[in-house]
């Protein structure tokens, strides 16, 4: 029987999502072939998850279908694609805090009955884990895990499912380099196993050293998909960003300020403090942290490193177990948010229908609760005040009543950081943004923080998982790692490396 | 004293099986994920039709232990069977868990009314006599024994076995269980399968052993007393087995407390009073193992997609 | 092989089919075709005596008026629980605390010589202080649950549950003893209220209250302008839609459920009130077995059906007071053709727990769409 050199084994026709106030993937038609590293590549949301998402089977597409082996799956779960080989590796992984790393895999195992013991899979783990070249221990739990040993986790359940087609989304974004290369020589090894490889991701570097081919997505449609011979970084950037070159290089029209000359009292300071996890452990060790009136404190780490519960404590969402917190010199611990909100701190969450907003009442409801009126709403001067803010923010919604949920992941985050700027005197907490802001929109309002801090003497911890966005904003920089400020530097005195090495310490 | 002791020992042995066993089940569910506020009416529900099928049994075959012993294998059938879809229903759907539970409460006790009624028509009918059980003072050591056996395998099962580790990773995050390729309606499915059986034997038990008989209202709210037993266990099964010995040893006694000058209405509120302030101290005690922790995802409605 | 699967999505658009009186009259229909089914399986009803007997609940409107009004002022009391994700599933005990506080303050409080010897003007403010006693009783009532949750995050529903037996229990051994009545027959239970303690009885219309219907008014209009106006009422609906976003705003999230739990507590309270005051007149012992007609449980439906809707409380309560007037009426009238022995309220459990699921089913079309998917 006669192959041909490509063997097409999946196929994407003419999918298209769309989600509440976006179309995430417009009509996108995709062919896969056995044997290769196909990196998809793009910004953020350009819909390239969305579109791993609809091939693992996670997302229905509101149109079009996944093909495997020329037979249409025409409604495709998460059960059937893992049946037919197709695994998911998300930047997070999909693992069970809770349980331990052995009961995580064993689920994942469909050759194991409902009836098999636990203890079965345990030597498996070792040994898959020592193959890759990382020892897991099977009975620790994952909340105990670092970020890295989750994704050798990831990697081990993959290779035990023996997947054929692996979509690894944006997994070595914060890996360190040594792990990075023995997980893309893992991939080679896969791609020599007749299997697929889809690797998701936004460097452009990473995709054209280990990619075969290259799809790159833009607003969620497929610009182009190109081969090995014409991989050219200037090349994939232009169709990356778009034929007028946009370019994501932020402006920089602000000064820093130079703090060392001033000697006032800190706005906020976190002296010493301790919190609890809610699995085990502290999530929090002995963070220290002062912020000066109209100072940038950019606080950066990668994912999970304890950035969430650093803003939920300085909004006072969290209990601190010990150590004191002041805000003005006022010692606010576990005084709850009532009074640190009282005091003009604004919170900017990476998730503000969790964090900041009730996503089933409107907008003017919102903005109520943050802001106007003591028995009753003056809901007049509310709407008016929501439409300023609509106009000024450029936030897209059918009228200011509109429940907020039916807003698209940019205008939502807009509209919080309307609000939270409108209501902020003091200072403001801000918690990785940039999530669900396109480019221009991040870097104006990187701008208007900078802009605000200067003007009117405000400060602003910027926590976030970016180390540009960071560079970018900050007076002062602080890394934080496993729960630790690890270390802190003025921003001019400080290098990229330095930082870099220290976040993944 | 000695005859208090001859009452005492048999009856707090067919209190503590109703409430271990009725608590582990709804343990079994809830660490799935699912609320089950369905449980006092399907508790009713369960030990109305025990009554109804040893009647209808009884007259069958006739009355003695094989009766009896079917009537209390089909109860736990019928609530394994009416479980299994009440936990596939809270997870097919995005539906509210707390108004689908309410739901099967209201329809278990209406039906439970209807049940049991008709069991008193068929034993008007024909007179017969159920079997009903008891247990001498020598076999109680046993029945506990059996009861401890019940505590071990259920924790065996959710904690040693691939099954019961899927019921708790369903419990805790349904979504990425889902993403992983897991059947979360399928794994909940056996969960209300496995806890029905369990809580279909409590509801059988109370009719066929703790009470004797039938009456109208039978079983209202002791389902509520095994979920606070459930709650109060920490939702983990050696736990329950220890601790229902003493809620076991309230809700029989409480109610006599009448003999020492308490009036009768208020001693038969005691043990909804006991069964609230053990929520309440369960609640604010500091819990150092996970395994003793709430699961993370309880009465939260299930949506497998969602925005990233 | 064919494979049926059920397919959920996220809905973008709205639509007509799915707007809440649709659903809330599906819900009923389809609620009524289920219960049908139910009770069809263990009797010889036909499907012809059953939903001509329910339409005949239905034109009997003045039957329904008064279940309407009680369950309008419970499930008004529910509905703004349920918009702060309080889910008082214990307003059948806070109804009767409202009833002994009503009567402690006819019979046995130093008010209750208002109604031996006061004159008109006097009677009416001791009236309204019956009321209002009753309203404070089922406020204590509901705050146990209440301080208990934002206290100490144990779960409101199994507590109040079990409160409801509590309750029961207490009313028992009042009217048992320190209540207990001296003309009654051998009877246990309290004495009637005196005459000048009584609502107003509307002539041409004797099942209804002059006080009741106000009150009725009254209370919805306050708890529609609470509810849509009022930073309380914001800040209970943020509570029920997200109490992280209450909390980081600045707000006190347990202040939030305690006074919900209080102004829904108030207001099962007053209904107690104005049913002992304005039908029932005395405690009767064993008040657990049906003598409260079960409101408070009922009315749980009515607070569903108008889930954080205001608007549907009223089109909700009629719902509601057929489908509970029907299990009376099929008592009454289908009784060969019933199984046995079976009580009027066990059928309206059966009813309330089909519409309700049907109605949870119906519900999830507005924000999801669902279709059934056949593979091969």
């Known amino acids: 029987m006669f192959f041909p050199s490509r063997q097409s084994f999946l196929r994407v026709v003419d999918v298209t999502k769309r989600f509440p106030g976006v179309l995430a993937l417009d009509s996108v038609t995709l062919e896969l072939y056995l ?104 009975e620790a739990e994952v909340s105990e895990l670092s970020y890295t040993q989750r994704q050798i986790v990831e990697l081990v359940k993959a290779s035990l499912l023996r997947a054929r087609v692996l979509l690894v989304d944006e997994v070595t974004t914060y890996l360190p380099t040594s792990v990075r290369e023995k997980f893309y020589s893992y991939l080679r090894k896969l791609k020599s196993e007749n ?8 460097k452009v570097s990473e995709a054209v050293d280990v990619a075969d081919r290259i799809t790159v997505m833009r607003s969620g449609r497929i610009v182009k998909t190109i081969e090995k011979a014409e991989f050219d970084v200037d090349y994939v950037r232009k169709l990356m960003f778009g034929e007028n070159g946009y370019i994501s290089e932020p402006p920089k029209n602000v000064l820093l ?34 912020v000066k009136p109209g100072e940038i404190l950019g606080v950066v780490g990668i994912s999970g490193s304890g950035q969430r519960e650093l803003a939920e404590v300085l909004v006072g969402l969290r209990s601190i177990r010990s150590g004191r917190y002041y805000v003005d010199g006022l010692d606010v611990t576990n ?85 939270e700027l409108e209501f902020a005197k003091k200072a403001l907490i801000v918690l990785n943004p940039s999530r669900s802001l396109d480019e221009k929109f991040k870097w104006s309002f990187i701008n208007t923080i900078k802009n605000i801090s200067r003007s009117t003497d405000m400060s602003v911890i910027y926590i976030s998982e970016s180390l540009d966005e960071v560079l970018q904003v900050s007076d002062t920089v602080a890394v934080i790692n496993g729960g630790r400020i690890v270390g802190v530097f003025s921003r001019e005195s400080v290098e990229r490396e330095v930082l870099e090495k220290l976040m993944v310490m | 004293m000695i005859e208090l002791l001859d009452w005492l020992i048999p009856t707090l042995a067919s209190a503590y099986v109703v409430y271990t066993l009725t608590a582990i089940g709804s343990t079994v569910i809830e660490r799935s994920g699912i609320l089950n506020l369905a449980i006092d009416g399907l508790f009713v529900l ?28 089909l109860t736990a059938v019928t609530t394994a069977l009416l479980y299994s879809i009440y936990t596939a229903l809270n997870t097919v759907l995005p539906v509210s868990q707390g108004a689908v539970g309410l739901s099967f409460m209201f329809i278990g006790y209406g039906l439970g009314a209807v049940v049991g009624n008709l069991g008193r028509v068929l034993f008007s009918l024909f007179r017969v006599r159920i079997e009903y059980i008891s247990v001498t003072q020598n076999s109680v050591v046993f029945t506990y024994l ?44 056996l969960s209300g399968l496995l806890g029905g059986v369990l809580i279909g034997i409590g509801g059988a038990l109370f009719t066929l052993w703790r009470v004797g008989g039938w009456s109208q209202g039978q079983g209202l709210s002791h389902g509520w007393l095994a979920y606070a037993v459930s709650i109060a266990g920490w939702r983990y099964p050696p736990v329950i087995a220890l601790v229902s010995v003493f809620f076991s040893l309230a809700y029989v006694l409480l109610p006599y407390l009448q003999s020492v000058g308490l009036p009768i209405e208020i001693s038969i509120a005691t043990p909804y009073v006991v069964s609230i302030v053990a929520m309440v101290f369960v609640s604010i005690t500091h819990r150092r193992s996970v395994a003793l922790l709430d699961p993370k995802s309880l009465g939260k409605t299930f949506f497998r997609e969602e925005q990233a | 092989m064919v494979k049926v699967s059920i397919v959920v999505t996220k809905r973008s658009r709205k639509s007509i089919a799915t707007s809440t009186p649709v659903i809330l009259l599906l ?188 009150a009725t008014i009254a209370v919805f209009a306050i708890a529609y302008l609470l509810i849509e106006y009022t930073r309380l009422g914001l800040e209970i609906k943020v509570l029920g839609s997200n109490p992280v976003a209450l909390k980081s705003s600045g707000r006190n999230e347990k202040k939030t459920i305690i006074l919900v739990s209080a102004i829904s507590g108030f207001i099962a309270g007053l209904a107690g009130a104005l049913r002992l005051l304005g039908y029932d007149y005395r405690l009767l012992y064993n008040i657990g077995d049906g003598k409260t007609g079960f409101y408070g449980y009922t009315a749980i439906l009515v607070a569903w059906l108008s889930f954080k809707d205001l608007r549907f409380v009223i089109p909700s309560a009629i719902i509601v007071s057929a489908l509970s007037s029907f299990g009376y009426r099929m008592q009454m009238f289908l009784k060969e053709l019933l199984p046995p022995g079976v009580s009027a309220f066990a059928f309206s459990q059966i009813f309330i727990g089909t519409t309700l699921v049907v109605y949870s089913l119906a519900r999830i079309t507005k924000e999801y769409s669902v279709k059934l998917v056949v593979r091969e």
Do not use: C
């Open chain 1, 257 to 290: 300020k130079d703090l060392t000359t001033e000697n006032r009292r800190a706005v906020v300071k976190l002296d010493r403090v301790w919190v609890i996890s809610e699995s085990r452990g502290y999530a929090l060790k002995d963070i220290e942290l002062s």
């Open chain 1, 195 to 202: 299997k697929i490889v889809l690797l998701i991701t936004h």
């Open chain 2, 146 to 189: 059996l009861m401890v056996l019940a505590a071990v395998l259920v924790y065996l099962v959710l904690y040693k076995l691939k099954l019961g580790v899927l019921i708790r990773a369903v419990g805790e995050d349904p979504r990425l269980v889902s993403q992983i390729g897991i059947n979360v309606a399928y794994v909940r499915f």
């Open chain 1, 35 to 138: 044997s290769e590293i196909h990196s998809i590549l793009g910004e953020n949301g350009s819909g390239k998850s969305t579109l791993a998402k609809v091939i693992a089977g996670i997302y229905v597409p509101d149109r079009g279908y996944i093909e495997i082996l020329g037979k249409p799956m025409k409604l495709l779960s998460p059960v059937d694609a893992v049946n037919y080989g197709i695994y998911y590796i998300p930047q997070n992984p999909n693992l069970v805090e809770r349980l331990t790393v052995v009961e995580n895999i064993l689920i994942a195992l469909k050759s194991y009955s409902a009836f098999a013991r636990v203890s079965e899979v345990r030597s498996l783990i070792v040994e898959e884990s020592q193959k890759i070249g990382s020892l897991i221990d099977p």
């Open chain 1, 335 to 419: 005084r709850g948010p009532e009074a640190i909100r009282a005091a003009g701190i604004g919170f900017i969450s990476e998730t503000p229908l969790y964090h900041n907003l009730s996503g089933d009442l409107s907008l003017v409801e919102n903005l109520a609760l943050a802001t106007y009126g003591k028995l009753f709403l003056p809901l007049k001067l509310l709407t008016a005040k929501t439409r300023e803010l609509m106009e000024k923010y450029g936030i897209i919604s059918t009228s200011p009543k509109t429940p907020v949920k039916v807003l698209s992941g940019g205008n939502i985050m807009r509209f919080t950081i309307a609000r």
């Open chain 3, 27 to 214: 819900s009923l229909l389809l609620g009524l075709v289920a219960s049908y089914t139910l009770i069809w399986t263990f009797s010889k009803l036909d499907p012809i005596s059953f939903f001509s007997t329910f339409y005949q609940t239905l034109i009997s409107y003045t039957g329904l008026l008064e279940p309407l009004l009680f369950l309008t002022i419970l499930g008004t009391a529910i509905s703004i629980a349920f918009y702060g994700s309080f889910w008082n599933v214990g307003a059948e005990g806070q109804y009767v605390f409202g009833m002994l506080g009503a009567i402690y303050l006819v019979m046995f409080s130093p008010v209750s010589e208002v109604f031996l010897n006061g004159d008109s003007a006097a009677n009416g403010v001791a009236k309204l202080l019956a009321v209002i006693s009753g309203g404070l009783l089922g406020l204590l009532w509901s705050l146990i649950p209440g301080a208990l949750k934002a206290y100490t995050r144990v779960s409101e529903v199994p507590v109040m549950l079990l409160m409801n037996y509590i309750a029961y229990s207490i009313s028992d051994y009042l009217t048992a003893g320190p209540w207990k009545g001296r003309y009654t027959y051998g009877y246990i239970r309290t004495d009637m209220i005196p005459e000048s303690s009584r609502l107003t009885v509307i002539s041409g219309l004797e099942v209804l209250r002059y006080e009741v219907v106000i």
């Open chain 2, 46 to 73: 369960s030990s109305s039709l025990a009554y109804a099928y040893a009647i209808y049994l009884s007259i069958l075959l006739q009355p003695g232990v094989l009766a009896t012993a079917l009537s209390l294998l």
